[in-house]
């Protein structure tokens, strides 16, 4: 199985900063065929279910401001959220559908100063 | 607006079994993939299960591999998940999710329902 790390697990971010993600999987997440890397970021609001952030590494959903950000290769990913705002809090985890099972990182929970 | 209401969770002892349904609309049902990811009580995401928009391939996780089923009623636009040989660890709120339509997104979980809770205690 693919083993997705996150990190931190937990941050605390001033609003108006700049908040950074990291996720590395175990192995290369690009569908060479395919020529596509299959990772996905949620976004879990405190009470609520998740919801699509980013989809293959750097394609924002529908909705998603544009402070959301996603970047990345192979098996080192970043999701960057500019001008943090309080709405932003919340768990965080970054996924890979390269190949089943699919697999989700721990989480990193956002929190505002 | 697409919309996931999910339902069947119950307090069921071990061993026991249960079902899961989904219920879908504003979309048109056959032509996505759905899941089915589960959350433990304060714990991550876990993915259990996929089903293509066909019915015909599905994938689970290994920790549940033999012990449930996921399938689907594309005239009914309805998702199941067959929960048999419940064990105390499959507690969790149990979330059904869409697919996506974009090139390259079909086993992404684009919209995802609220969810329904699996209690597995004696």
């Known amino acids: 199985d693919i083993v997705m790390t996150q990190t931190p697990l937990s941050l605390p971010v001033t609003p108006g900063e700049t908040a950074s993600i990291s996720c590395r999987s175990s192995?290369?997440?690009?569908?060479?065929?395919?020529?596509?890397?299959?990772l996905d970021w949620y976004l879990q609001k405190p009470g609520q279910s998740p919801h699509l952030l980013i989809y293959?590494?750097?394609y924002r959903a529908s909705g998603v401001p544009d402070r959301f950000s996603g970047s990345g290769s192979g098996t080192d990913f970043t999701l960057k959220i500019s001008r943090v705002e309080a709405e932003d809090v919340g768990v965080y985890y970054c996924?890979?559908?390269?190949?089943?099972?699919?697999?989700f990182g721990q989480g990193t929970r956002l929190e505002i100063k | 607006e697409v919309q996931l209401l999910e339902s069947g969770g119950d307090l069921v002892q071990p061993g026991g079994s249960l079902r899961l349904s989904c219920a879908a609309s504003g979309f048109t049902f056959s032509t996505y993939a759905m899941s089915w990811v589960r959350q433990a009580p304060g714990k991550g995401l876990e993915w259990v299960s996929d089903?293509?928009?066909?019915?015909?391939?599905?994938y689970y996780a290994d920790s549940v591999k033999g012990r449930f089923t996921i399938s689907r009623d594309n005239s009914k636009n309805t998702l199941y998940l067959q929960m048999n040989s419940l064990r105390a660890e499959d507690t969790a709120v149990y979330f059904c999710a869409k697919g996506g339509s974009v090139s390259g997104s079909y086993f992404v979980k684009e919209d995802w329902g609220r969810g329904t809770l699996v209690t597995v205690s004696s």
């Open positions: 996924m890979q559908r390269l190949e089943f099972p699919i697999t």
């Open positions: 089903v293509r928009g066909s019915g015909d391939s599905t």
């Open positions: 293959r590494v750097s």
């Open positions: 192995r290369s997440l690009l569908d060479t065929y395919a020529g596509k890397t299959y």
